[in-house]
Nanobody, 128 residues
Framework: QDQLVESGGGLVQPMGSMRLSCAASGRTFSGYAMAWFRQAPGKERQFVAATNSDWSGSRTYYADSVEGRFTLSRDNAKNTMYLQMNSLKPEDTAVYYC???????????????????WGQGTQVTVSS
C-alpha cells in the first residue's frame, strides 16, 4: 500500500525549532513532487512548501509566511522528506500534512486538489 506518514510534531515554545519527517512506503516517490501543507482549526488547508525535480535540477518553493524560517529537504535514498521549522510562532500552530503528486505544475502547486497522496498529519503546537 502506498502511503505517506508524518512524524515529529508536538509542543514547542515560540521562537523554538522542530523538524517534521514524511516517510513514504509502498512505491518510490523519488519521481514525484512533494509538499507540506498545514491546517489550523477552523481554517482551510494551506500550502507551506513544495519541492520538484526536472531535467534542469531540483527546486523548492515556500509560502511567504514561512520563507526564511522553514526549510524543506528530501532524501530519496530513504524515501523521506523533512521540514525544518525555526523561529516558530503561535500562528504556525496547525496539523501539518505531507503530500505527493506526479503532475507538478507551478501555477497550481498551492492547490490541495493537485496532490494524489496525503499523509494523516501531525500536530504542531507553538505555545508558551
Amino acid at each position: 500500500q502506498d502511503q505517506l506518514v508524518e512524524s515529529g510534531g508536538g509542543l514547542v515554545q515560540p521562537m523554538g525549532s522542530m523538524r517534521l519527517s514524511c516517510a513514504a512506503s509502498g512505491r518510490t516517490f523519488s519521481g514525484y513532487a512533494m509538499a507540506w501543507f498545514r491546517q489550523a482549526p477552523g481554517k482551510e488547508r494551506q500550502f507551506v512548501a513544495a519541492t520538484n525535480s526536472d531535467w534542469s535540477g531540483s527546486r523548492t518553493y515556500y509560502a511567504d509566511s514561512v520563507e526564511g524560517r522553514f526549510t524543506l529537504s528530501r532524501d530519496n535514498a530513504k524515501n523521506t522528506m523533512y521540514l525544518q521549522m525555526n523561529s516558530l510562532k503561535p500562528e504556525d500552530t496547525a496539523v501539518y500534512y505531507c503530500a505527493a503528486t506526479r503532475n507538478f505544475k507551478i501555477a497550481s502547486m498551492t492547490w490541495v486538489t493537485e496532490y494524489e497522496y496525503w499523509g494523516q498529519g501531525t500536530q504542531v503546537t507553538v505555545s508558551s
